[in-house]
T-cell receptor, first 114, second 114 residues
Framework: KQEVTQIPAALSVPEGENLVLNCSFT??????LQWFRQDPGKGLTSLLL?????REQTSGRLNASLDKSSGRSTLYIAASQPGDSATYLC?????????????FGTGTRLTIIP | DTGVSQDPRHKITKRGQNVTFRCDPI?????LYWYRQTLGQGPEFLTY????????KSRLLSDRFSAERPKGSFSTLEIQRTEQGDSAMYLC????????????FGNGTRLTVT
């Protein structure tokens, strides 16, 4: 059974700093990994999707990396802003045919201090 | 592209009552997913549709839960004889048919069973 862990559960950093969020998963047989952000009381917004054959993806100030063999992914946020405050979730999709299920971590709640 | 729409945003019901939620996916998306999220946890997969066909159901989806997508467009999720443990955020997502397509989530329906 796939398990996804995100540590730390909460993180506070001053505005302008660069930061890294961590995600680990137990079964390396994944098809892709997706990072989402969730604002309080809202749904999830897709940030980046990394296919299993890729090592990283970038979008603006965000960079996600994937090391499938070690079961790890990181989300790097450059020059953090107060608007980046949210909960960040990672999710993996298994590689077995027909499996559409995403398995999520419990998220890291990020607070950027102005 | 108006995004994934869910209705209602909030629902308060008494234990034992039936409730129904609606999800309207992004119009060109043929895959539709239901997830459930409790406080402090990541979303958990419930079920998904490819067009009108329900292709996968989680064990979390007990006999009291039923989901439909009759014409391959909007979907409904019904919970019969609600229990307090059903209190959660119910999230709908949609995606294109390609296997590496990212999921786009709605803002969810928050259910409170009293």
């Amino acid at each position: 059974k796939q398990e996804v862990t995100q540590i730390p559960a909460a993180l506070s950093v001053p505005e302008g700093e660069n930061l890294v969020l961590n995600c680990s998963f137990t079964d390396s047989a994944i098809y892709n990994l997706q990072w989402f952000r969730q604002d309080p009381g809202k749904g999830l917004t897709s940030l980046l999707l990394i296919q299993s054959s890729q090592r990283e993806q970038t979008s603006g100030r965000l960079n996600a990396s994937l090391d499938k063999s070690s079961g790890r992914s990181t989300l790097y946020i450059a020059a953090s802003q107060p608007g980046d405050s949210a909960t960040y979730l990672c999710a993996v999709k298994g590689s077995n045919f027909g499996n559409e299920k995403l398995t999520f971590g419990t998220g890291t709640r990020l607070t950027i201090i102005p | 592209d108006t995004g994934v729409s869910q209705d209602p945003r909030h629902k308060i019901t008494k234990r034992g009552q039936n409730v129904t939620f609606r999800c309207d996916p992004i119009s060109e998306h043929n895959r539709l997913y239901w997830y459930r999220q409790t406080l402090g946890q990541g979303p958990e997969f419930l079920t998904y549709f490819q067009n009108e066909a329900q292709l996968e159901k989680s064990r979390l989806l007990s006999d009291r839960f039923s989901a439909e997508r009759p014409k391959g467009s909007f979907s409904t999720l019904e919970i019969q004889r609600t229990e307090q443990g059903d209190s959660a955020m119910y999230l709908c997502a949609s995606s294109l048919g390609q296997y590496n397509s990212p999921l786009h989530f709605g803002n969810g329906t928050r259910l409170t069973v009293t």
